[in-house]
């Protein structure tokens, strides 16, 4: 659980970064966002969900 906990802070931390960092810049990529077909969201956030278990599974891995 305490794993789940520091990667959830990690989660917001890095987004809050990105948002005050770059506002801009990720206001234009959700409004591509919202104008993208389910679909290639579907893919994206599949694909995305597979990068993270694949980081997850090499850091427990390695340095466990």
Excluded: H
Excluded at 14 to 43: C, H, S, T, W, Y
């Amino acid at each position: 659980m305490r794993d789940f906990l520091v990667g959830l802070g990690l989660v917001f931390a890095i987004e809050g970064l990105v948002l005050a960092g770059f506002p801009g810049f990720i206001k234009n990529r959700i409004q591509e966002m919202l104008e993208a077909p389910d679909g290639r969201l579907r893919v994206m956030g599949l694909i995305s969900a597979l990068i993270g278990l694949g980081i997850i599974f090499y850091a427990r891995r390695s340095m466990g």
